[in-house]
């Protein structure tokens, strides 16, 4: 405490230290905590990667997964109905979010 004590005896040092906290108080902006906007955009991104080529791509490789799988004659029907409800989910998720922000 001492030691903070003299350092603010030299009164450069006080005027300085004055100066400094009035011009930052001074010239502080607004947050932009309450933007979204990048999230938003971020997010956005995924789900068009996700419901676009990208998707669409990896859909039908599952579904080829799946027939050759019942071609081999090792498919289990519960992993079938798992990939086609999952396809369902993926592609009918943004429009299901969709409607319902709607009301």
Do not use: C, E, H
Not at 50 to 66: E, K, R, Y
């Amino acid at each position: 405490m001492k030691a903070i004590m003299k350092f603010f005896s030299n009164r450069k040092i006080w005027n300085l230290t004055v100066a400094t906290a009035a011009i930052l108080l001074v010239s502080t902006q607004p947050s932009l905590a309450q933007d979204f906007s990048g999230v938003t955009t971020f997010l956005d991104k995924i789900v068009k990667a996700i419901t676009g080529p990208i998707g669409v791509a990896v859909s039908a490789l599952a579904v080829i997964a799946v027939g050759f799988s019942f071609m081999i004659g090792r498919m289990d029907w519960t992993y079938a109905v798992a990939v086609v409800i999952g396809i369902a989910i993926v592609f009918g998720g943004a429009s299901f979010v969709q409607g319902l922000s709607a009301v």
